[in-house]
């Protein structure tokens, strides 16, 4: 309809935001010189003095505005203006700046105000900050359908995508063409109120076809949203395209991650609304499948939101329609499990374990006897998961003897029997007979018990320990204390002669007990998975795992249900920052040197490291003492009676670790045992310089390097560098000069004081190590090729002149030796090795070399970041790099660069771990306050990959019960931790043993039958120790 038409008069509602506005003619401006009229402006100069403007009426002008003739001096102290004096007019202009043309904006970061430039094509739909991150940019919830119109365009990017944000018409008379600063925004005098966003619904998803405005105009410069049209318009024209179907709900994490920031995250609300978006897109990806593989890549990230969706009825109902789907799919099958584990509604212990014997059963029984690598290594994850469960649900002692009867029948079957019938009858008579079984002292195998006749000796019965009694007032925390008790001298199997074990039945685990659970891999096959196999057995006891040979075991080393937290960081009260902190004394403090789990690729220097590196191995503590004893003794075993010499260094460090001082016996076995293995000579030299026995250690090294002057190999160069890197560290820069010159030149070995090293020894072990790594490359030998790199990096740090950031006469040349990592990283990354272990290890050797750099002399920060961040840029997780950049990072300014990286890099949907999300919690510990600790803790605790860890949900617990502030909410922590971890009797006990103080008697008794419904392990009976302690205090009154 034309301007000109005559349309009959509209009424104004007399609503309150439909006011009219005053009258202008009665309002007087002030006269501010930039608003003179130009007829005064034409003026003498000589006359400007004498003009002067009269003085107002303030009661005129009352009514707009008033006049400061003061300042504030408050605005150089915040920063901005006092938003209570700001008019609410200010912000009807949608932030334009008067008198420009719409392309300066004024918009808000967090309590100030900013100007920035809207670049043509950007609307106003998207008008805050950063774009994606606009609080008022919202994904729907439904994908719409834009009808085509009539008159449309020839070009199709507005018709071949899904609209993603409110279309709006524009004001009558403006023209469709006009650029986006004229676009109409949403209407603050709207009767829904201030600028809510249109509420779709079913009859909404075909928009009207009156005009062309009615599209949306997304800017196409931005990735995300370019991305988001491009994914519309593939699953639109290609509905069987599952890989479009999948990338774009994946997709919506990244969006939902738009519109946060570092200090503001998505709102629960806001993370359900994305769930559903990606739930309505998986669904209609699985209407378009046409193969089983198709249909079970979708199922599963189907399931995963849809649980987060669903109430657990239609969960629960949803999982029994695809019990068929779950027989041919691994993935699918933990995924239900996952769920099932943390449904507290329907879990319980007897149930879960038959899901997991089940599934067993099914592995087994897919090939017969004659069973595929693939499902060898998907059962030992299935035995793995259930002992966890076991081990977790208080039955300790049955998930260890699993573990001993499993090894002992895969690892020392007697060579006759491989029969499985033939073969559990006889391991019954083994293990009945309390025999030293693997694991514990002077065990010496089943074979050997069969080859001996079927006899042997039974270890020396176990005296009864006392229970440890509380002095408190409080029963339930008395009952806590002997439970607890119980519970820990229940974390071996006992035997029948054994003192104080007639009251538990459990105590005592016979073979008829764990028979279910075993089975059987073949001699042909074992070869293949003995590796797998051990590495399960050291995450169950909570070490990390040392071959790291395939996949199931990354997938294992990062379970959130297999993998534990440290307990060598003690979680403190937190006091209010202090602000006069000294960011060199903060310096001064050591790196993060004992947080766990460490994340890393496992090298001889984080399993020797002695307190001055990153340990790979948790310490010694009462928490792990058992188990601590439990590996090293059958890794001792392994090693020696089972050949397993690729086991011997591991056991060498746990050695280390159990013992705490010298390693001198294990490694002199192990010597005689294997004398020609090089790495275990470079072992034992660095444990014994770990200790401090650096004379120990020269001997060592003299010997294996004798040793390997017969046969040049990568090991023998490995044993020369780490030979050159003990007499850096000791301040002997010639000496590790000649040790790494040696390598390659007979007549240095023989000089027993460290002389002047020629530019020629230099030059040719800088040739033969380049010339020797790049073969070694060519042929993909990574880890041959990974010690001469170390040696080349070590070289150019203590030989290369020209050096360009700081240095003193205890320090190399850093900037040359770091040129040559990152030229290694380039090639590997060329070929395609950027994410190999091999790659990870030599990154970690030169951020050990640039903390000893920083730690001897003058340093730049920024460089010592920068390098750091570059590492953490091919691997994300890495715990050395993160806990040095924290080191580094050592600033007080208001921006923390830990936190930002923290965000930004680490903590990203496909990087998101376990140990990153501690080593936040950490940092916040550390740097921050109570409100960020926390946030930290809520950030983990809502993470899809460890919001089912009970590790984490126990530091929450603690940290908020220390936390004066926060002790009124630890009990609802508790209560999420226990619908997030219903298996877990530890996450349960620490009601009495932490919170029992804050929690009613009926609450306390709730969670002991909560407990006891579930078929979680109970020694000692609650009931009848509270009518015990009633009895016991009548009797202490007496009669009458």
């Known amino acids: 309809m034309s301007d000109k038409d005559e349309t009959p008069k509209l009424t104004v509602p007399k609503f309150a935001s439909f006011k009219p506005k005053p009258d202008t003619s009665e309002l007087k401006a002030p006269k501010f010189s930039s608003f003179r009229p130009k007829e005064k402006e034409s003026s003498a100069s000589a006359d400007h003095q004498k003009r002067v403007d009269p003085p107002r009426d303030n009661k005129e002008a009352s009514r707009l505005y008033v006049i400061d003739t003061k300042g504030d001096p408050l605005i150089i102290r915040y920063g901005h203006l006092d938003r209570a004096q700001v008019p609410a007019y200010y912000r009807d202009g949608y932030g334009k700046v008067l008198g420009t043309t719409g392309r300066l904006v004024i918009h808000r970061d967090g309590p100030r105000d900013q100007f920035s430039l809207r670049m043509p094509g950007e609307g106003f739909a998207f008008k805050d900050k950063d774009g994606l991150r606009s609080k008022a940019w919202r994904v729907r919830s439904r994908p719409l359908r834009i009808r085509k119109q009539e008159n449309d365009s020839l070009e199709e990017v507005d018709d071949d995508f899904l609209p993603l944000s409110t279309s709006k018409k524009r004001k009558r008379g403006q023209a469709d063409t006009e650029s986006s600063d004229e676009e109409e925004k949403p209407s603050y005098r709207s009767i829904e109120g201030k600028a809510k966003p249109r509420q779709f619904v079913d009859s909404d998803l075909e928009s009207d076809s009156d005009s062309t405005a009615e599209e949306v105009d997304l800017d196409q410069n931005n990735p995300l949203k370019w991305k988001s049209i491009q994914l519309s318009r593939r699953v639109k024209d290609q509905p069987g395209d599952i890989d479009a179907w999948l990338e774009l709900a994946n997709h919506q994490d990244a969006l939902l991650r738009a519109g946060e920031d570092i200090d503001h995250r998505a709102l629960e609300a806001e993370v359900h609304s994305f769930a559903e978006i990606k739930l309505h897109m998986l669904e209609s990806a699985l209407a378009n499948v046409s193969t089983p593989q198709d249909r079970i890549r979708v199922l599963v990230p189907l399931m995963r939101e849809g649980v987060k969706v669903w109430n657990s009825k239609t969960a629960v109902k949803k999982w029994m329609d695809l019990q068929k789907d779950e027989e041919t799919s691994f993935t699918l099958w933990k995924t239900h499990l996952d769920f099932a584990l943390s449904n507290i509604s329907t879990f319980h212990y007897e149930s879960i374990k038959q899901m997991h014997l089940d599934r067993l059963g099914q592995i087994l029984a897919r090939s017969g006897s004659d069973l595929s690598m693939e499902d060898l290594s998907e059962a030992i994850y299935v035995f793995l998961r259930l002992t966890r469960l076991i081990h977790d649900s208080g039955y300790k002692e049955l998930a260890v003897a699993a573990w001993q009867a499993f090894l002992e029948l895969n690892f020392f079957r007697p060579p006759h029997l491989d029969d499985q019938a033939a073969a559990f009858e006889s391991l019954r008579d083994f293990w009945e007979s309390e025999v030293a079984r693997i694991g514990e002292a002077d065990a010496q195998g089943w074979a050997k018990f069969v080859e001996d006749g079927g006899i042997g000796d039974a270890p020396e019965p176990l005296e009864h320990k006392k229970d440890i009694v509380s002095q408190s007032r409080d029963d339930y925390k008395r009952w806590a204390v002997i439970e607890h008790s119980q519970a820990e001298k229940a974390r071996m199997p006992a035997r029948t002669m054994d003192e104080g074990i007639e009251d538990d039945p459990f105590r005592v685990v016979m073979f008829s007990d764990i028979e279910p659970l075993l089975f059987i891999v073949p001699r042909t096959t074992m070869q293949a998975v003995q590796e797998q196999l051990v590495d399960a057995f050291l995450i169950f006891a909570r070490f990390p795992p040392t071959f790291r040979s395939n996949t199931w075991t990354e997938e294992a080393l990062h379970d959130q249900f297999l993998v534990g937290s440290s307990t060598a960081e003690e979680l403190r009260t937190l006091d209010a920052p202090s602000g006069d902190e000294d960011p060199v004394e903060i310096q001064r403090k050591p790196p993060a040197f004992t947080h766990q789990p460490l994340c890393v690729s496992q090298s001889p220097e984080v399993l020797f490291s002695g307190g001055e590196w990153f340990s790979h191995i948790p310490e010694r503590d009462d928490s792990n003492e058992v188990e601590l004893n439990l590996a090293v003794n059958a890794t001792k075993q392994l090693t020696h009676a089972a050949n397993f010499e690729a086991l011997a260094g591991f056991h060498l460090a746990l050695c280390a670790t159990w013992e705490g001082t010298g390693v001198k016996r294990p490694a002199k076995a192990l010597l005689k045992r294997y004398p020609t293995n090089l790495d275990l000579y470079g072992a034992y030299a660095l444990a014994e310089s770990a200790s401090g026995s650096h004379d120990v250690a020269v001997k060592v090294f003299s010997s294996a390097t004798a040793l390997a002057s017969k046969v040049s190999t990568p090991s023998a160069f490995g044993l020369w560098r780490r030979w050159s890197w003990m007499e850096l560290e000791l301040g002997n820069k010639k000496a590790a000069i000649q040790r790494l010159c040696a390598s390659v030149d007979d007549n240095l070995r023989s000089l027993v004081q460290a002389a002047g090293v020629s530019r020629t020894h230099i030059l040719k072990a800088h040739q033969a190590f380049s010339s020797r790594m790049n073969d070694?490359?060519?042929?993909?030998?990574?880890?041959?090729?990974?010690?001469?790199?170390?040696?080349?990096?070590?070289?150019?740090?203590?030989?290369?002149?020209?050096?360009?950031?700081?240095?003193?006469?205890?320090?190399?040349?850093?900037?040359?030796?770091?040129?040559?990592?990152?030229?290694?990283?380039?090639?590997?990354?060329?070929?395609?090795?950027?994410?190999?272990?091999?790659?990870?290890?030599?990154?970690?050797?030169?951020?050990?070399?640039?903390?000893?750099?920083?730690?001897?002399?003058?340093?730049?920060?920024?460089?010592?970041?920068?390098?750091?961040?570059?590492?953490?840029?091919?691997?994300?997780?890495?715990?050395?790099?993160?806990?040095?950049?924290?080191?580094?990072?050592?600033?007080?300014?208001?921006?923390?660069?830990?936190?930002?990286?923290?965000?930004?890099?680490?903590?990203?949907?496909?990087?998101?771990?376990?140990?990153?999300?501690?080593?936040?919690?950490?940092?916040?510990?550390?740097?921050?306050?109570?409100?960020?600790?926390?946030?930290?803790?809520?950030?983990?605790?809502?993470?899809?990959?460890?919001?089912?860890?009970?590790?984490?949900?126990?530091?929450?617990?603690?940290?908020?019960?220390?936390?004066?502030?926060?002790?009124?909410?630890a009990k609802d922590v508790l209560f999420r931790a226990l619908r997030q971890c219903p298996w877990s009797k530890d996450v349960m006990m620490e009601a009495f043993l932490t919170l029992n103080q804050d929690m009613e008697s009926s609450e306390l008794k709730g969670v002991f039958e909560t407990m006891a419904s579930k078929g979680l392990r109970v020694h000692v009976d609650l009931d009848e120790f509270l009518e015990k302690r009633r009895n016991e205090r009548r009797a202490q009154k007496g009669p009458g």
């Open 776 to 969: 070694l490359l060519s042929a993909g030998e990574l880890d041959q090729a990974e010690p001469l790199i170390e040696c080349l990096v070590l070289l150019s740090y203590l030989t290369a002149e020209g050096c360009s950031e700081p240095t003193s006469d205890s320090q190399g040349n850093i900037s040359a030796a770091i040129e040559v990592v990152h030229k290694q990283s380039v090639e590997f990354k060329r070929r395609g090795y950027q994410a190999s272990p091999a790659h990870e290890r030599i990154l970690q050797f030169a951020a050990r070399l640039l903390y000893l750099h920083a730690t001897r002399g003058p340093f730049r920060r920024a460089y010592l970041l920068d390098q750091l961040k570059q590492f953490l840029g091919y691997f994300p997780r890495n715990s050395i790099f993160l806990a040095l950049f924290e080191w580094a990072d050592s600033s007080l300014r208001v921006i923390d660069e830990t936190r930002t990286l923290l965000y930004e890099t680490i903590l990203t949907p496909a990087q998101d771990c376990l140990s990153s999300r501690l080593f936040a919690i950490h940092h916040e510990m550390e740097r921050g306050n109570v409100n960020t600790t926390k946030a930290a803790f809520e950030h983990a605790a809502s993470s899809d990959v460890c919001k089912s860890n009970t590790g984490l949900w126990i530091k929450f617990i603690q940290f908020c019960s220390l936390q004066r502030e926060l002790r009124p909410k």
